[in-house]
């Protein structure tokens, strides 16, 4: 008696997982994400700390259980920022969602280098931002994304 309930509990199990697996389609397409606020936080010698938001966006029709955003940034073709979101997230079905970052950087030599990378009165910089969203999914691969843009760097007051 006690293997035929084992036996139920177990196949029940497997059901509901393989429903839960059968509920996000096998290929989904990349969200695309861009780098949508860069402010500087804090420059030194040592280096800069800068805070980063990013906006993905879900061009699919169910929603991405996100572990965590990778993402490497080259700004105005000079050094690179990378970092790593913190917390998972679900990237709603055809919605967006914005991830708030800190990083360390010594991208520059000084804040006078930095400043004299800006373009124009908006204070933009050119970047490209590539990376892998890590899903909170079981045996799925990470979606790859790359966009290029322009940013407007924040400064402290």
């Given at each position: 008696m006690v293997t035929r309930s084992l036996c139920i509990?177990?196949?029940?199990s497997c059901l509901g997982l393989l429903q839960a697996c059968s509920s996000v389609p096998r290929q989904l397409a990349g969200p695309q994400v861009e780098l949508v606020e860069?402010?500087?936080?804090?420059?030194?010698?040592?280096?800069q700390r800068f805070a980063l938001r990013l906006l993905?966006?879900?061009?699919?029709?169910?929603?991405i259980?996100?572990?965590?955003?990778?993402?490497?940034?080259?700004?105005?073709?000079e050094g690179l920022l990378d970092g790593r979101s913190q917390?998972?997230?679900?990237?709603?079905?055809?919605?967006?969602?914005?991830?708030d970052v800190e990083v360390f950087s010594n991208l520059v030599s000084s804040?006078?280098?930095?400043?004299?990378?800006?373009?124009?009165p908006t204070n933009t910089l050119e970047?490209?931002?590539?990376?892998?969203v890590a899903l909170n999914l079981r045996f799925r691969e990470p979606l790859?994304?790359?966009?290029?843009?322009?940013?407007?760097l924040l400064l402290p007051p």
């Open positions: 509990v177990i196949a029940a860069l402010k500087l936080l804090q420059a030194s010698f040592d280096g993905l966006n879900n061009p699919n029709s169910v929603p259980p996100v572990l965590f955003v990778e993402f490497d940034v080259r700004l105005a073709g917390a998972p997230f679900t990237l709603p079905a055809g919605g967006s969602q914005a991830v804040a006078s280098r930095l400043l004299s990378l800006v373009q124009g970047y490209e931002l590539q990376g892998e790859s994304f790359y966009y290029r843009g322009q940013v407007p």
